[in-house]
């Protein structure tokens, strides 16, 4: 496909039970980023992969969340013993930064997000 | 002092007119401006991105940087209903690195 892709596009599970959501980034883009957006919030970053470079774990809330990447393909991000407040869309962007004149360039494309529902 | 702030709204315009969106940051160094539109229950969609002072145009769009004044703004010319949305500025301060989102304007344009 032309754009991000993400799966499940919906995902209700239990408190404390893992899941496992997953990333397919525009084909041929080095960089790929996580966010997580609450009902009625802004998008609060997770976690982001640039080539084979060891990626920016900077945002993720607690050790419960972990993400993993391949080289520049598919990413898995894991919730570990999910509780209420995991709540969200969890957004899945890729891209393909570059420079020119002298300016950073880094348009990130969204995918269309997983909802995941803790009860 | 939030990183990244705008007027949540709702922002109300007529069909036809001028919609203005605002959006401040407080990173000096910030290189990359965004404006995304999400319309309820979707994705953040890229309209403009821009990098350097002055406008850019595009369309019906125009983005509106003043780095000194570290203020960023989107024109949205000839409102249509479509647009109504809410508006997220976002600011990147590296090559390849997170964007830090403002939490939006909603915009409604009425008939």
């Known amino acids: 496909g032309a754009g991000v892709s993400q799966s499940p596009s919906n995902k209700v599970t239990e408190k404390g039970k893992d899941v496992e959501l997953r990333c397919d980034p525009i084909?041929?883009?080095?960089?790929l980023y996580w966010y997580r957006q609450r009902l009625g919030q802004g998008l609060e970053f997770l976690i982001y992969?640039?080539?084979?470079?060891?990626?920016?774990k900077s945002g993720l809330p607690s050790d419960r969340f972990s993400a993993e990447r391949t080289g520049e393909s598919v990413s898995t991000l894991t919730i570990q013993r999910t509780q209420q407040e995991d709540s969200a869309v969890y957004l899945c962007?890729?891209?393909?930064?570059?420079?020119?004149?002298?300016?950073?360039?880094?348009?990130?494309?969204f995918g269309p997000g997983t909802r995941l529902t803790v009860l | 002092q939030k990183e990244v702030e705008q007027n949540s709204g709702p922002l109300s315009v007529p069909e036809g007119a001028i919609a203005s969106l605002n959006c401040t940051y407080s990173?000096?160094?910030?290189?990359?401006f965004f404006w995304y539109r999400q319309y309820s229950g979707k994705s953040p969609e890229l309209i403009m991105s821009i990098y350097s002072n002055g406008d850019k145009e595009d369309g019906r769009f125009t983005a509106q940087l003043n780095k000194a004044s570290q203020y960023v703004s989107l024109l949205i010319r000839d409102s249509q209903p479509s647009d109504s949305a809410t508006y997220l500025c976002?600011?990147?301060?590296?090559?390849?690195?997170?964007?830090?989102f403002g939490t939006g304007t909603r915009l409604q344009v009425t008939l």
């Open positions: 992969f640039q080539g084979n470079s060891a990626p920016d």
């Open positions: 976002a600011v990147n301060t590296g090559t390849a690195s997170k964007l830090t």
């Open positions: 990173d000096r160094v910030s290189q990359s």
């Open positions: 962007a890729s891209s393909s930064p570059s420079r020119t004149s002298g300016s950073s360039y880094n348009e990130q494309f």
């Open positions: 084909s041929g883009h080095t960089a």
